[in-house]
C-alpha cells in the first residue's frame, strides 16, 4: 500500500490525477468515527509533514495528523483504506 503522504503529494502535485474530486476520511477520536472532509478543504502548512487542517461542515478547523488517515475516496470510489486505530 502507498504510504497517506505519498498520495496525498500525489493528488497535490499531478495535475492529471488530481482532476479528480477527492475525499478524506480520518478518524475522530472524541466522536468515535470517521469524519469525511472533501480535499478542497484540507489545507497543508508549508514544511508541515505530519498533520493538516480540515474546515469541517459547522466551519470548524481541526488539525489532523497523517496517521489518523483511515480512507480516501476519489469520484466515489474509495482508492486508498488503512485499518481500523489500534
Known amino acids: ?7 496525498l503529494h500525489r493528488i497535490q502535485w499531478d495535475p492529471e490525477f ?4 477527492f475525499v478524506l476520511g480520518y478518524y475522530d ?5 470517521i469524519v469525511r472532509v472533501p480535499f478542497r478543504r484540507v489545507h497543508f502548512e ?3 509533514h505530519f ?4 474546515v469541517e461542515d459547522d466551519g470548524g478547523v481541526h488539525s489532523v495528523p497523517l496517521h ?3 480512507e480516501v475516496w476519489r469520484n466515489g470510489e ?3 483504506h488503512r485499518g ?3
Open 1 to 7: 500500500m502507498i504510504p497517506i503522504q505519498d498520495l
Open 46 to 48: 508549508k514544511g508541515e
Open 84 to 86: 481500523p486505530p489500534g
Open 51 to 54: 498533520m493538516f487542517e480540515a
Open 18 to 21: 488530481a482532476k479528480g474530486d
Open 68 to 70: 489518523r488517515v483511515r
Open 29 to 33: 477520536r472524541v466522536e468515535d468515527r
Open 78 to 80: 474509495l482508492i486508498w
